[in-house]
DNA sequence: AAGATAAGCAACCGCCCCGAT
DNA sequence: AATCGGGGCGGTTGCTTATCT
């Protein structure tokens, strides 16, 4: 990540995981003049960043809307749902998960669904007790333990099963329709966020800005 | 305890679309 | 109508962390 030396007129590029340095600019920098142009804005701020690059940063991560944390399990049937009708239209699925971005989305469904469903299939989806070995592989390694999401509405979950959403996807949509209502109205499901833009804030007030 | 392997995720790449000129 | 630049999007990579042997 260390600057290279500049021996040309070109003005150098940065790639790689952001530092907290840069995005106080940028933090910084929009909240004093709004997003705009991108690429103008990059340099404008004094970062020497692609547009792309702050751009993305900003939409994924510091965001003050962004939430981190855990999907929940309403969050998983909905994404669930919604890829089966749209597919890897990962901005669009996002969109009607406030607060989660399409990469995060995308992400999640990478490494926790699909992989899932990239296993013998026609073996899960017809056969309850393969499908449950399937699950306690993925609930091993989908949520910690110490998950706040386990305590969802005040009820303790286990992650949704594929067999739980493959066979019970209209059982499900009522109820947990119901319960998505709720958890998008609720400002305490903002409370797993391990990062924010007060956080941001307040180490800016630390690095006396 | 150490090395190997797997999982998770941040970030980049490249293509496409759309609006401005 | 053609061209160009910016933004949006999905796919992919590669680094870090966790888990297993």
Redesign the pocket.
Same mark, same amino acid.
């Given at each position: 990540m260390d600057k290279k030396p500049c021996k040309s007129q070109e003005v150098e590029v940065r /790639?790689?995981? @952001?530092t907290m340095e840069e995005d106080l600019i940028l933090i910084n920098y929009i909240a004093d003049h709004g997003e705009?142009?991108?690429?103008?804005l990059a340099k404008a701020a004094g970062l020497k960043r692609t547009?792309? #690059?702050c751009?993305? $940063?900003w939409l994924?991560?510091l965001r003050p809307d962004v939430r981190r944390g855990n999907i929940t399990p309403e969050e998983q049937f909905l994404i669930m749902e919604l890829h089966t009708k749209w597919g890897?239209? @990962?901005?669009?699925i996002a969109k009607h998960l406030p607060g989660r971005t399409?990469?995060?989305i /995308?992400?999640?469904w $990478?490494? $926790?669904i699909q992989?899932h469903m990239n296993k013998p299939a026609e073996v899960c989806y017809s056969n309850q007790s393969d499908c449950e070995l399937l699950d306690q592989q993925a609930s #091993? #390694?989908?949520l910690p333990t110490n998950t706040t999401n386990a305590d969802f509405m005040g009820t303790s979950y286990s992650p949704l099963s594929s067999f739980d959403y493959y066979n019970n996807i209209e059982a499900f949509s009522g109820q947990q329709q119901q319960q998505q209502q709720i958890m998008l109205q609720s400002p305490s499901n903002q409370e797993d966020n391990y990062w924010n833009m007060e956080d941001i804030w307040s180490m800016q007030i630390l690095n006396g800005n």
């Open positions: /790639k790689g995981p @952001w705009g142009v991108w690429n103008s547009g792309k #690059s751009r993305l $940063r994924n991560y890897n239209r @990962w901005s669009k399409d990469n995060e /995308k992400n999640y $990478r490494t $926790r992989k #091993s #390694s989908q």
